[in-house]
Nanobody, 124 residues
Framework: QVQLVESGGGLVQAGGSLRLSCAASGRTFSRHVMGWFRQAAGKEREFVAAISWSGGSTYYADSVKGRFTISRDNAKNTVYLQMNSLKPEDTAVYYC?????????????????WGQGTQVTVSS
C-alpha cells in the first residue's frame, strides 16, 4: 500500500511559479513510477508528467513541456513538480499518483494509488 499526500498548491499570477510536493508512505516508494495529473473544472483528468523508478526518465504532456519539471527524491519518499511560467489554463486540481510497475504510462487508469489533490489557481 502507498499513501500519497500532495502540498504546495495555491494562487499565483500568470508567469509565476509553484512547486508541488507529494509525500509517499511505504517502503517501496523507489519501486513505483510516479505521475502528476490534473483536472480542471468540468474536464477529464489529464496527464501532466511522469518519472521512472530511478528518476532517470521523465515524460511530459506537450502542454507543459519546457515549463514543468518532475523530479523525485527516493531517500525522502517524495516527488516534486516544479511549475514555471504558469498560465491561466494550468488552473486545476493537481493529483499525485503511483504505479507499482516499472513501465511508465500516461493514462490515469494505469495508476494504482492517488493523493487527495491540491488546487492550483493561476490568475491572469
Amino acid at each position: 500500500q502507498v499513501q500519497l499526500v500532495e502540498s504546495g498548491g495555491g494562487l499565483v499570477q500568470a508567469g509565476g511559479s509553484l512547486r508541488l510536493s507529494c509525500a509517499a508512505s511505504g517502503r517501496t516508494f523507489s519501486r513505483h513510477v510516479m505521475g502528476w495529473f490534473r483536472q480542471a473544472a468540468g474536464k477529464e483528468r489529464e496527464f501532466v508528467a511522469a518519472i521512472s523508478w530511478s528518476g532517470g526518465s521523465t515524460y511530459y504532456a506537450d502542454s507543459v513541456k519546457g515549463r514543468f519539471t518532475i523530479s523525485r527524491d527516493n531517500a525522502k519518499n517524495t516527488v516534486y513538480l516544479q511549475m514555471n511560467s504558469l498560465k491561466p489554463e494550468d488552473t486545476a486540481v493537481y493529483y499525485c499518483a503511483a504505479r507499482s510497475t516499472i513501465l511508465v504510462v500516461t493514462s490515469p487508469g494505469g495508476y494504482n494509488y492517488w493523493g487527495q489533490g491540491t488546487q492550483v489557481t493561476v490568475s491572469s
